[in-house]
């Protein structure tokens, strides 16, 4: 019983539930229908048919009864005769009683005529349905229609008649041309972006919608499906006086959009609960056959670049088809001038890499651009990365001991390791050093410099921790030295998670607090895979192995996952670590710079990891120049003056104001406006000079043209729910699937074209019998010529009846006798 009244509600709403039947045995005594699985999953009862019978107007229903007029009428007009005997009397009672069925089966046949006029069109104003025999049986009620478009970059792809984004948006505008009078209308987007949902309230009108739809423009975005479906089961609501829903995606059915492992569970729940209150149609815009090739990285070996200096540039190029496209064209671009061209062989669905190598002559900002042959969906056959070229990376070093002799100094060792030059050779390198004492650091503007090294400062103040914290955060790297005279108490304090928060772990005092003053401790070679160390690794007898270290640092590690040890003790302590902070990193060695606690400033192996660890250190200030379409661009500047703007210039020309958001000290620059894949301008106003350049590129997961078949679909991101797969709005399943509005209402025309009907021939019958019964028999006839026997069955038995009723009536009048006044 429960699955019998679930299935009246479904097809009362005309929503699609599957039946959940139990299959516990039923009480005795209880007789319970046996349901069938199904191959998507879904229960069928097999019930006998439901009639699930009523009207879409009820109240207009009871105009029926003004069937009873008629009859009223005939018995209030009824004549009352008196019997008055004559002579002629009994001819005439003869010519009565031979004709006297014959007249009265006219009459009843005249009278049942006007009585079924008012009540066919009192009962086809109701607008009857019977939901369990078909679509032509069901009501013309007006639907709640939900169109969901696909807006993701591979609606780009091309065919024959345009792109798949220009037959949605055609799709999209038919439904909304043949929606009916009372019909509401919707339109959401599926991408990444807001808005999602382009029309919210329910239109009633269809030329908002049109409009909107015309204005609506393909993305450079990935489709973000689990969002627009959250959005969808709101505005599912926004129409309760519509009783039908109807939900239509259009789209390609991409397995990036549809598919995506990480969230199908969470599709699926959505996807459910959505059919439980509409109908799920899906309008399939995607072709045959998938394939496709992109540009998917791009990337420089080096993480800085300087002018004169060679760098190399890795491009990964991947083909998605099942055959393999040989002698490919690969272009680069640097500043929009061709660079290089040369011919890759890509093999079938995989990636193959294409390195360049390239030295920038002058500094600043620089524009790359790998360009791969045109395809089907061009978008993805170029990209952007933004270089940022330097004469040299400055690294600014901060003596906390100063002392009379050079040698003495904290820095004394970093300087000749980062700059070794000689009284006869100037160093060439790409890495200039200064050295400033500890008092000048909060006068330092940190903005010109790459790298800041701390060496062995006993204190550091609230002012100089924020002027730090500001530096990491917008993408400089820090280096941490403690020593001797560092008090690791403020040290804590200042830089720890009570501070700014950029030590990456707690400072918890000196090996050799708890080990006899004569203990050296050696470094664990066993792990050489960090990038600092990475030169080193196979490469044994570098200094690395025999370095003796006298005093450390021990420091608790946190467990988040966020801090990453790049060399450790043999005691198991780390000697160097490291943690990202914002666009920057801090890099943290726990023994001294110099001799004082170590003989690693002699090593051989010193000069190669400090200048690694400057390379290290400063990679995520250019990494962080790349985004992903959709993703916001951040930059963090010290707090900025009043009246600043930030202006970004976006690839189609147009330049929109950033937001800029206060904190701590700090301002956050943030622009959101990256739905197009190209390059982005930031340029700030006076006193700030800041111009700097993103590259925003497309997603490469959505360049894979693989794509999810209803089969895929049912069973598993739709499994168990009712849904219609089409690739036409026009074209029409033999299950009656939803789409033409003419499949509905076949009772109500029926009923409407019969009582035309029998409002021309009720005159006629009334006039002339038997030429309104060769009337109606005509009518009837024509009606079967023209095949409307066929799509209204209920009309045509209705006409059959009154036909045979007609001509059983025209025979009994060819019989009667001549006319009983010439007897």
Not at 189 to 196: F, N
Not at 321 to 345: I, S, W
Not at 612 to 636: D, F, K, N, P
Not at 683 to 694: V, W
Request: charged letters at 20%; aromatic letters at 6%; one cysteine or more.
């Amino acid at each position: 019983m429960e699955c019998r009244a679930t299935l009246k509600a479904a097809l009362r709403t005309g929503s699609r539930v599957p039946l959940q039947c139990s299959d516990e045995p039923p009480p005795r005594g209880e007789l319970r229908p046996r349901c069938d699985v199904l191959q998507d999953g879904s229960l069928l009862a097999n019930l006998p048919p439901l009639l699930a019978f009523g009207f879409a107007s009820p109240l207009l229903a009871w105009g029926a009864l003004l069937g009873a007029i008629p009859i009223v009428l005939h018995l209030l007009h009824k004549r009352r005769h008196r019997e008055t005997t004559w002579a002629a009397m009994r001819f005439l009672l003869a010519a009565i009683q031979r004709n006297q069925r014959r007249i009265r089966l006219e009459q009843l046949l005249l009278l049942a005529v006007r009585v079924l006029i008012l009540s066919l069109l009192a009962l086809a104003l109701a607008q009857p349905f019977a939901e369990s025999f078909g679509k032509y049986y069901q009501a013309a009620l007006p639907t709640h229609r939900i169109i969901v478009l696909d807006v993701s970059f591979s609606m780009g792809t091309t065919g024959s008649d345009g792109t798949r984004f220009e037959r949605a948006k055609a799709l999209a505008r038919q439904i909304v041309e043949q929606s009916r009078q009372g019909d509401a209308l919707n339109v959401l987007r599926i991408c990444q972006s807001h808005p999602r949902t382009i029309v919210g309230q329910p239109a009633f009108q269809r030329q908002p919608v049109l409009s909107e739809l015309e204005q609506l423009v393909l993305t450079d975005e990935p489709g973000e499906l689990l969002s627009t479906l959250k959005e969808l089961g709101d505005v599912l609501k926004r129409a309760p006086e519509v009783p039908r829903k109807e939900i239509i995606f259009v789209s390609d059915f991409q397995s990036a959009t549809w598919g995506e492992a990480g969230g199908r569970g969470a599709l699926r729940g959505e996807l459910k609960r959505l059919s439980e209150s509409a109908g799920i149609v899906l309008l399939d815009v995607g072709d045959e056959p998938d394939v496709n090739q992109a540009v998917v990285e791009l990337s420089i070996a080096e993480p800085f670049v300087a002018v004169g200096k060679p760098m190399t540039l890795q491009a990964t190029l991947r083909n998605f088809g099942p055959a393999a496209q040989p002698g490919q064209l690969v272009e680069l671009y640097v500043d929009e001038r061709v660079a290089e061209t040369r011919k890759v062989d890509l093999p079938a669905g995989g990636p193959v890499r294409a390195d360049f190598e390239y030295t920038f002559q002058s500094p600043g900002e620089h524009d790359i651009e790998v360009r791969l042959a045109t395809d089907r969906l061009p978008i993805d056959n170029r990209r952007w990365l933004s270089v940022p070229v330097r004469d040299e990376a400055k690294v600014l070093l901060i003596n906390g001991r100063p002392a009379g002799k050079p040698s003495e100094r904290a820095t004394w060792y970093l300087e000749k390791a980062l700059s070794p030059s000689t009284d006869r050779q100037k160093w060439q390198g790409s890495i200039e050093a200064r050295a400033i004492n500890e008092g000048e650091l909060s006068a330092t503007d940190l903005a010109k410099y790459d790298a800041v090294f701390l060496c062995d400062m006993r204190l550091i103040t609230d002012r100089e921790a924020n002027v730090l914290r500001t530096f990491v955060a917008s993408g400089g790297g820090l280096v941490i030295f403690p020593a001797a005279q560092s008090q690791l108490d403020n040290y804590n304090q200042q830089l720890g998670p009570e501070g700014v928060d950029l030590l990456p772990g707690k400072l918890a005092g000196l090996a050799n607090d708890v080990r006899s003053s004569d203990a050296t401790f050696d470094f664990d070679m066993s792990d050489l895979s960090h990038p600092i160390l990475r030169p080193f690794e196979g490469n044994p007898g570098t200094g690395l192995d025999s370095t003796l270290t006298f005093q450390y640092v021990k420091v608790v590690v946190p467990r988040d996952g966020t801090v990453r040890t790049a060399l450790s003790y043999a005691t198991g302590d780390p000697a160097i670590i490291e943690r990202p902070i914002g666009r920057g990193r801090v890099v943290l060695f726990t023994t001294s710079p110099d001799v004082t606690w170590s003989t690693w400033a002699i090593q051989r192996s010193f000069p190669p990891i400090i200048h690694e660890t400057v390379q290290h250190a400063i990679a995520g200030r250019w990494a962080e120049r790349r985004r992903l379409v959709g993703e916001s661009i951040t930059r963090l500047i010290p707090q900025a003056p009043t009246g600043l703007t930030v202006t970004v210039k976006g690839p189609e020309g147009r330049s929109r104001l950033a937001t800029l958001t206060e904190e701590k000290n700090l301002t956050t620059i943030t622009f959101d406006a990256t739905d197009r894949a190209g390059l982005y301008d930031m340029t700030t106003s006076a006193p700030l000079t800041l111009a700097e350049t993103y590259a925003v590129n497309v997603d490469p997961r959505e360049s894979d043209p693989a794509r999810m078949s209803p089969g895929e679909l049912r069973e598993d991101l739709l499994a168990g729910v009712d849904f219609e797969h089409r690739t036409d709005w026009e074209d029409t399943g033999a299950d009656g699937a939803v789409g033409s509005p003419s499949q509905r209402g076949g009772i109500t025309r029926s009923l409407l074209l019969i009582c035309l009907g029998l409002l021309f021939i009720e005159p006629l019958l009334a006039w002339n019998f038997a030429i309104g019964a060769g009337v109606l028999v005509l009518a009837i006839g024509v009606l079967a010529a023209r095949g409307a026997l066929s799509w209204s069955p209920l009309g045509g038995g209705i006409l059959l009846a009154i036909l045979l009723l007609t001509i059983a009536a025209g025979f009994v009048r060819q019989r009667r006798p001549a006319n009983p006044a010439r007897i």
